[in-house]
């Protein structure tokens, strides 16, 4: 199985680089995986990153894109918190890329 | 919007043992996102889905009841408990779970989800859908 290497240490990951134990994340981790994601983190990143954390912490599930959106709309004003500039951050899909560096499992109904 | 279509999914099982409680509410999670009037109907050991306190560690599956305190998040507000099913199995609305949704037309008024209904007012909600999905 392909993994990440962090600081010289394997985190092993599916094919499509969603970490497989999800208590194999940290900081480090994210910011190699962002790394192969070619994505530059900013806070903003990170304010969505910690979002998507403490969400499933709380619900034990990944929120949906329009969930994701709203609740940061909520938290971080509407300048942040709409699809444009989501998109913006995370080219690939808030939801999806944002999941990956997060360390959680792919969102429930992304195909 | 004119084609919006009322969904009933109905939860008659045990939320362990199967996968259908679990299955039940994936489709749910992932049919809101087109945006239909959708509804939860909990009955015979159903109820138990609901219930707090649950601890799956000893089953070595996951603990997916918080997941439906989520259901707010995706318009999902309606959960409907049929009085008599608790009533059966030695249960009350305090044994369940508080879930709670911010009503958009209300000022972001918080407002609970789960409704305790009669055997009666449950067969009117069943046949007041166009969908009705059972589990």
Redesign the interface.
């Given at each position: 199985m392909a993994s990440y290497d962090v600081n010289g240490t394997a985190v092993e990951h599916d094919e499509e680089g969603y970490i497989t134990n999800l208590s194999d994340w940290s900081k480090d981790l994210a910011q190699v995986i962002a790394d192969a994601e070619n994505i530059q983190m900013t806070d903003e990143h990170w304010a969505v990153v910690n979002f998507l954390r403490e969400y499933y912490d709380e619900y034990q599930i990944a929120p949906a894109v329009r969930v994701l959106i709203k609740a940061i709309k909520k938290s971080m004003g509407p300048d942040v918190g709409n699809n444009k500039y989501m998109y913006e951050l995370f080219p690939y899909g808030p939801a999806k890329q944002a999941c990956k560096i997060a360390g959680l499992p792919k969102p429930t109904g992304c195909v | 919007m004119s084609d919006t279509k009322k969904f009933l999914y109905v939860n008659r099982r045990a939320p362990y043992g199967t996968i259908y409680a679990l299955e039940s509410l994936?489709v749910v999670?992932?049919g809101?996102?087109f945006e239909q009037d959708v509804s939860l109907a909990f009955l015979d050991d159903g109820v138990f889905q609901l219930t707090k306190g649950q601890k799956t560690d000893g089953l070595g599956v996951?603990?997916?009841s918080?997941?439906f305190?989520?259901l707010g998040?995706?318009d999902v507000t309606k959960l409907y408990v049929e009085k008599e099913s608790l009533e059966e199995r030695g249960l009350s609305e305090a044994d369940l779970q508080e879930i709670m949704y911010e009503d958009e037309d209300d000022d972001w008024e918080e407002k609970p989800s789960i409704r305790i209904v009669s055997r009666a007012e449950m067969v009117d909600i069943m046949s007041d859908q166009d969908v009705v999905l059972s589990f």
């Open positions: - | 994936e999670l992932i809101a996102a996951k603990n997916f918080p997941t305190r989520a998040d995706y």
